[in-house]
């Protein structure tokens, strides 16, 4: 069973920047595609970023070109760069991949993501 783990989280003012990290205890054969989610206080958990097995990423509008989404198979790792940071970004960060049966067009919105982590805490200051 594949472990995932996040890291980098933390405190930063508004302006600053964080880059998140996401281990995964090994490789799985099968990966569809990663993701990025995030869930704020009283609010629904939201999809931030994906990234597909051929590469293609996506962006939710409330962080298109603040924020970059990049994995490096060597390390099994998925990293979310989050530059200019707002109070609004302040939420519990999670990874997650999707492992399975790839459909032909892998569609993050659709996707059924089945391995989590724990989360990672990011909260920005005004």
């Known amino acids: 069973q594949m472990q995932l783990a996040e890291s980098g989280g933390g405190s930063v003012q508004a302006g600053g920047y964080l880059k998140l990290s996401c281990s995964a205890s090994?490789?799985?054969?099968?990966?569809?595609?990663m993701a990025w989610f995030r869930q704020a206080p009283g609010k629904e958990r939201e999809l931030v970023s994906s990234i597909s097995d051929d590469g293609a990423t996506t962006y939710a509008d409330s962080v298109k070109g603040r924020f970059i989404i990049s994995r490096d198979y060597t390390k099994n790792t998925l990293y979310l760069k989050m530059n200019s940071l707002n109070p609004e970004d302040t939420a519990m960060y999670y990874c997650?991949?999707?492992?399975?049966?790839?459909?032909?067009?892998?569609?993050?919105?659709?996707?059924?993501?089945?391995?989590w982590g724990r989360g990672t805490q990011v909260t920005v200051s005004s």
């Open positions: 090994q490789y799985m054969f099968g990966t569809c595609g």
């Open positions: 997650t991949h999707h492992v399975g049966n790839c459909p032909d067009s892998w569609d993050p919105l659709r996707a059924d993501f089945n391995y």
